[in-house]
Nanobody, 123 residues
Framework: QVQLVESGGGLVQAGGSLRLSCGVSGPTFTTYALGWFRQAPGKERDFVASISSSDGTTYCADSVKGRFTISRGNAKNTVNLQMNSLKPEDTAVYYC????????????????WGPGTQVTVSS
């Protein structure tokens, strides 16, 4: 019954910015740690960033460190990914994920996945 939905994807030129958002639909009885993964055509799904449910712990992939920032939204079980200085290699389907804690998400121990949103960066 728990569902995650991403929004904010689209087409942007290299060097530009996008802000992705994700929220949990339906009633829930827990506050999830949340994170983001991405998958480019023909490649594996890779970890991007994660954030804890309460203590502020975050993890970020080396490939996006310094360019992407993950933050929790104002509403329970919402998360944002601010993506700056985008590169063509950032092109992928971006998936929101919910898990027990930020480290678990980093280890790809996921309770729920979103359906994904396309991000395309043109050169």
């Amino acid at each position: 019954q728990v569902q995650l939905v991403e929004s904010g994807g689209g087409l942007v030129q290299a060097g530009g910015s996008l802000r992705l958002s994700c929220g949990v639909s339906g009633p829930t009885f827990t506050t999830y740690a949340l994170g983001w993964f991405r998958q480019a055509p023909g490649k594996e799904r890779d970890f991007v960033a994660s954030i804890s449910s309460s203590d502020g712990t975050t993890y970020c992939a080396d490939s996006v460190k310094g360019r992407f920032t993950i933050s929790r939204g104002n509403a329970k079980n919402t998360v944002n990914l601010q993506m700056n200085s985008l590169k063509p290699e950032d092109t992928a389907v971006y998936y929101c994920a919910a898990g027990f804690d930020a480290y678990s998400i980093r280890q790809v121990l996921i309770d729920h996945w979103g359906p994904g949103t396309q991000v395309t960066v043109s050169s």
